[in-house]
């Protein structure tokens, strides 16, 4: 996704169906999730207030990298 003050606008984001990881690479935003239905209702519902544009792209292996690294239990061992 791209668009203005988007710090403020994956905080919008967050906690909504369907978006579990919000990821910046440079002047994008990747908005991912398990559940794809959810995920792209809310995509559709947003792209209604067209202030940012939402593009659907496969998940790419940073964002998987990036969500094992959120999931991945710390070893204080």
């Not at 792209?47 to 990036?66: C, M, N, S, Y």
């Amino acid at each position: 996704m791209t668009g203005p003050d988007l710090v403020r606008y994956a905080a919008l984001l967050r906690g909504l169906p369907g978006v579990e990881q919000i990821t910046a690479f440079g002047s994008t935003l990747h908005v991912t999730g398990h559940d794809a239905g959810a995920l792209n209702t809310t995509a559709a519902l947003k792209q209604k207030e067209a202030t940012h544009l939402w593009v659907p792209i496969r998940a790419g292996l940073e964002d998987v990298f990036i969500s094992l690294m959120e999931t991945a239990v710390e070893d204080d061992t």
